[in-house]
């Protein structure tokens, strides 16, 4: 029985974040090491005849703002579609939604690859001894490695507090270092100068795929060299060192974008990295890492020491040769927080992209871009952030939902004629918010509305009302809204429906046999619907405000379609039981229901639950099964809220071994969704994250439950810091697969209850006070 114990001793709960370590440079980019301080972000390679840091920045944006977006006949057209599409017309409709509602983007844009910062050192002997290093507690990428007698140690990080990247080269011969420094390789056009210590990039993101050429920030990247010893000479475009003991190359890198001037930023940055210096530099750094990073450690046992031994690459090649590694699992959970904070901080100016914050160039040249995609991947790329302790990661999220609020009202009135605002599957650094450019992914309209239930979150977790005030319920209330407004009646029940929308960015076969992406009533719009009016209104009766609004928004509720089961014992995807088109297909947004929502729980809804996991099943076992790294991290939490641990353990661990590479970064396979090869995509990382936090700590603002989803494999094991809804903060140790004890720590005074299995206990917490737990 659970209950509350006067002490339990934690000391040794959890692990250190632990290292990725290779015995090899880098010859590829999944073999390079990220860094990053949630603007600026390089790849190290760590070569020992030259070193790379590939570069990319958040804002470096090629496109720019317009607001022809949206066609110009689609409102006229939105009730002849809708007409087509109750009388069963399927095919017509789907030719009037490509004709009249799909988005005319002009100047779209993407975000773009930086050039390299490359060191090209002199010739010598092989490397011998050769180690690289990341170290997740520090954010520090080393490099050692011996040649022609001498020892040579280099680091690297990208620092938040001064807004840089460092190179610090050493070596243990004085006078023996010397290098050639330049930027060099980039997509971007522009030209390379040199002053007596600067290598300096000037250019502009253009580019003519995703935009119109003509449209892009303007940036710099000043690469500065400080030495200790020795002589600088310039050669054209590079910087020559000579002689050195010791030196330094800071990196800064200015943009264009939100009206910076672009010189202005990158000199600021640099003056005060060099007068502040190396040491206090690296400090702060460390300091501003490790009040993050350490906040949550996991300890799910010890390698073997022959397994402990090997590099990270042939840990996750023996892992995907089928031989468990719970220590690699808990090195890939801290991984995805450590990516989530180096990508995503509180003072950056936009949020994590498709790619997080780096940018490997394939899906900028790709047909789907570098942008941010609403559909699913942008909602993932900050799932960990609230149960893995880095709330405020999600502050750009939140201006970036900000913005599209605002953008949004326009294309809601424009198309719609509907209050509020509305965005649908991609939106960019300029604020779009029109249908995309395409059927079958185009016309999802309950995009920005997925996204803002994160506003939601973040109040849940911390429950800050003024928060809540100021900042999500303007934005959900615009939601709610825009909703109440663009829904109809269904004739033949009364149902309240969306539409013409996707099902992101699946197909089904209508009842003619015509292969059709638009319907009425999709269930993923009933899903994020239903959300958003319901956080709407239990915001406004928090803040006591719109009850208007809130008895609107009850009588929409009531007339909401129920979920409903198909032929196939499948939860439905569409308000009919449409075969799909694809049954192999990767987006299974309609149980959303299930994550992030719990509007299909396995205790409450049982036959639904069994619904959604047939849903899961038919899609692994259709031939052609598009298994990519996001759908992975996807059916990780859905097992983990069906409270199957065993097969969210496999899930993860196939996320890791089948869609992850050397470095541990996830990719998006090729072949799936028309990419040519793996393209590096950040939600996998971040999603697995979350699925362990999933398995081992949920809540939903009244319960918390303790090892939801423990796997068999996983019988001994604790974990710190991991935060619950509420304002708690949850330690939990267990043994022989069962808890062993648990800490809630409470932020503010609190009503919940604690779960263990069948096991419940009521618990009041006041402000600050923490509570032991354990089993009698």
């Known amino acids: ?104 983007p002009r100047s779209f844009g993407t975000n773009l690859p930086l050039p390299e910062v490359q060191l090209a050192f002199p010739d010598g002997a092989p490397a011998r001894d050769y180690r690289r290093t990341l170290d997740l507690d520090t954010g520090l990428v080393s490099v050692t490695y011996g040649q022609d007698g001498i020892r040579v140690t280099r680091e690297v990080f990208a620092t938040n507090p001064h807004g840089l990247i460092a190179i610090r080269l050493t070596s243990d011969r004085p006078g023996s270092l010397g290098f050639a420094l330049s930027i060099r390789d980039g997509v971007i056009p522009g030209h390379t100068t040199t002053t007596d210590s600067c290598v300096v990039f000037s250019g502009h993101a253009y580019e003519s795929l995703h935009s119109d050429g003509r449209q892009g920030v303007a940036l710099e990247i000043r690469a500065h060299l400080e030495a200790e010893g020795g002589t600088v000479h310039r050669a054209g475009d590079v910087l020559r060192l000579e002689g050195a003991d010791r030196a330094v190359v800071y990196v800064a890198v200015g943009t264009s974008w939100g009206g910076e001037d672009p010189r202005a930023r990158a000199e600021s940055l640099l003056s005060a990295g060099l007068e502040a210096g190396y040491s206090a530099v690296r400090a702060a750094h460390v300091a501003d890492h490790q ?75 790709a047909s789907w871009t570098n942008d941010f995609h609403l559909d699913m991947n942008t909602q993932q790329n900050y799932w960990a952030a609230e149960p893995a302790n880095l709330a405020e990661c999600q502050e750009p999220l939140f201006g970036l939902l900000e913005g599209l609020a605002a953008h949004g009202r326009a294309t809601a009135e424009q198309m719609y004629g509907a209050p509020g605002w509305v965005a649908h599957t991609v939106t960019n650094a300029w604020g779009y918010t029109a249908p995309g450019s395409g059927m079958g992914w185009g016309m999802n309209v309950t995009g920005g509305a997925w996204l803002a239930l994160q506003l939601w979150e973040h109040y849940e977790y911390g429950l800050d009302e003024a928060f809540l005030r100021e900042r999500a319920y303007p934005v959900i209330r615009g939601a709610a809204e825009f909703f109440l407004a663009y829904a109809v009646g269904e004739p033949e029940h009364g149902w309240l429906v969306t539409g013409p929308s996707d099902s992101p960015e699946n197909w089904y076969l209508a009842p003619d046999g015509s292969r059709c992406s638009v319907s009425m009533g999709a269930t993923v719009d009933r899903v994020f619907m239903e959300a958003v009016l319901r956080i709407c209104a239990q915001s406004a009766e928090l803040l006591g405000v719109d009850a208007d609004l809130r008895t609107r928004i009850a009588a929409a509720r009531r007339r909401l379609p129920p979920f409903r089961i198909g032929r196939h014992g499948q939860l439905q995807e569409w308000l009919h039981d449409y075969e799909e088109a694809e049954p192999s297909h990767r987006h299974t947004s309609h149980l959303g229901a299930l994550f992030p929502e719990r509007q299909i729980t396995p205790r409450d809804t049982p036959d639904l639950a069994r619904a959604a996991e047939v849903t899961i099943e038919r899609r692994q076992q259709a031939p052609g099964w598009e298994q990519t790294e996001w759908v992975e991290a996807n059916f990780t939490v859905y097992f983990a809220r069906l409270l199957n641990g065993d097969l969210a353990l496999t899930h993860l661990t196939s996320l890791i071994a089948d869609a992850g590479e050397a470095n541990l970064m996830t990719f998006s396979a090729g072949g799936v969704a028309g990419a040519a090869q793996n393209i590096y995509s950040f939600d996998g990382n971040a999603g697995g994250t979350a699925g362990v936090a999933e398995m081992l700590l949920q809540s939903d603002g009244r319960e918390v439950e303790l090892l939801p989803a423990l796997p068999g494999a996983w019988p001994d094991g604790s974990v710190s810091g991991l935060r619950a809804r509420g304002g708690l903060t949850v330690d939990v140790r267990w043994h022989a697969g069962r808890l062993a004890a648990a800490r809630i720590r409470a932020s503010r005074a609190v009503d919940i209850r604690l779960r263990y299995g069948a096991d419940l206990l009521e618990v009041r917490l006041a402000d600050g006070e923490t509570l032991a737990l354990g089993l009698g």
């Open 1 to 104: 029985m659970l209950k509350a114990l006067s002490h339990q001793d934690f000391r040794g709960v959890g692990g250190p974040p632990g290292m990725l370590w290779y015995d090899r440079p880098a010859t590829r980019w999944f073999e390079a090491l990220p860094i990053g301080n949630g603007r600026l972000a390089g790849m190290v390679y760590g070569g020992a005849d030259r070193e790379r840091v590939q570069l990319s920045e958040s804002t470096a944006w090629s496109g720019g703002p317009s607001a022809t977006d949206v066609s110009p006949t689609a409102r006229q057209q939105l009730p002849r579609i809708r007409e087509l599409l109750f009388a069963g017309d399927h095919a017509e409709a789907q030719r009037l939604t490509a004709e009249h509602l799909l988005g005319r």
């Open 291 to 365: 009040a993050l990073m350490r906040r949550v450690s996991l300890d799910l046992g010890s390698a073997p020491a022959d397994v402990a031994a090997l590099p990270t690459d042939a840990r996750r090649e023996r892992l995907a040769s089928g031989k468990a590694d719970d220590a690699l699992i808990a090195l890939f959970f801290q991984y995805g927080r450590y990516l989530t904070m180096a990508g995503s901080r509180r003072n950056s100016p936009l949020p994590l992209a498709l790619q997080g914050l780096w940018n490997d160039g394939l899906a900028s040249s």
